[in-house]
């Protein structure tokens, strides 16, 4: 029978390890860090994923837990506002080797078709 308080969670590989990897790099144990954010999962009535966190709490502690909210919530925007733009620049990239391969086919089509050069062979399959 597993200890009060056990947990078990069927994480995607790929986001646990990632997760882990991320917990030790700060020398943080990733069961007190997931225990942190389930606490302020429940502090902000689960709107900490909303974006609507309500800034109305008197008590120093909670205080303490909206500040480490937001930030929380400033790190993920800021993550994925980066992952954004990496994924722009590499849409960006494709779109200038796309056209780069259409204007060099375009050129050789043009090419064969004044009889500047002649097209190539088709191989033989063996």
Do not use: W
């Amino acid at each position: 029978m597993p200890r009060p308080g056990a947990f078990a969670a069927n994480f995607t590989p790929d986001v646990l390890n990632r997760f882990r990897d991320l917990c030790k790099q700060q020398g943080k144990q990733y069961t007190k860090v997931l225990q942190l954010l389930a606490e302020l999962y429940l502090e902000t009535g689960g709107s900490l994923l909303d974006g609507k966190v309500s800034t109305a709490t008197a008590d120093p502690d909670k205080k303490k837990r909206q500040v480490q909210v937001e930030s929380l919530q400033n790190k993920l925007l800021e993550d994925l506002l980066k992952r954004v733009e990496v994924l722009e620049q590499e849409t960006e990239k494709q779109k200038v080797k796309t056209a780069y391969g259409m204007d060099k086919m375009m050129n050789s089509i043009a090419a064969i078709k004044s009889g500047l050069i002649e097209p190539e062979p088709k191989q033989s399959k063996k």
